[in-house]
């Protein structure tokens, strides 16, 4: 038989079995069963260089058309501990479908299974029971497959200047951002008179 250290090639199979051993050895035992759910490794929306402390995200089980909480590790965590550990605070959301942030709802089901957040439950993670749980799973699976991806010298992209054009088509030309073209349209400066306003248009 293949030792399961070395059955998951991918980070998601490492993930997928992370979770039904998460379920089988915290959540459940504690009365708190996590639903099916998908987890995968991927940059989530609002994700920034400067937030390092954004590691996941669980989607409510009204945004797949599968009918069931997607759960994303962003690719700048490669710790096996960190991703599991994070992986361990979604299933938390996904328990409660995401309805109640990290309210007192979403506090007592962390408590339950063992992640500890103190005042601070956006930032629950593992206390020592769990956190020797997590040890034992990533004892049984291996080491998660992935490297970590490095964004910390990602600048922010600026607004995408657009090149416009008299809509006389006179020859005058201008750039503009796509928003500023929506807010404060440009006038040709040729064709403009009293009375009759000509606009630049995105070419």
């Known amino acids: 038989m293949m030792n399961e250290k070395m059955k998951y090639k991918t980070r998601e199979e490492y993930l997928q079995r992370a979770y039904v051993l998460l379920n089988e050895t915290a959540f459940k035992p504690n009365g708190q069963e996590c639903p099916a759910i998908k987890v995968s490794c991927s940059f989530i929306v609002g994700t920034r260089a400067s937030n390092k402390k954004t590691m996941g995200q669980c989607a409510p089980r009204s945004h797949s058309d599968a009918d069931i909480n997607e759960i994303r590790i962003v690719p700048t965590v490669d710790d096996s501990f960190e991703a599991i550990d994070t992986l361990a605070h979604e299933m938390a959301h996904a328990v409660d479908d995401c309805q109640n942030g990290h309210k007192a709802q979403f506090k007592k089901i962390c408590l339950a299974v063992g992640l500890d957040g103190n005042k601070h439950m956006r930032y629950a993670?593992?206390?020592?029971?769990?956190?020797?749980?997590?040890?034992?799973?990533?004892?049984?699976?291996?080491?998660?497959?992935?490297?970590?991806?490095?964004?910390?010298?990602?600048?922010?992209?600026?607004?995408?200047?657009?090149?416009?054009?008299?809509?006389?088509?006179?020859?005058?030309s201008c750039y503009q951002?796509?928003?500023?073209?929506?807010?404060h349209p440009m006038m040709c400066g040729k064709c403009t008179s009293e009375g009759a306003i000509t606009y630049m248009v995105q070419a």
């Open 125 to 172: 993670e593992a206390g020592e029971k769990l956190g020797k749980t997590i040890k034992n799973i990533i004892a049984t699976i291996g080491e998660y497959p992935h490297d970590k991806v490095d964004i910390s010298n990602v600048k922010k992209q600026g607004s995408r200047m657009l090149k416009h054009i008299c809509e006389n088509e006179c020859g005058a």
């Open 177 to 183: 951002s796509a928003k500023q073209s929506q807010q």
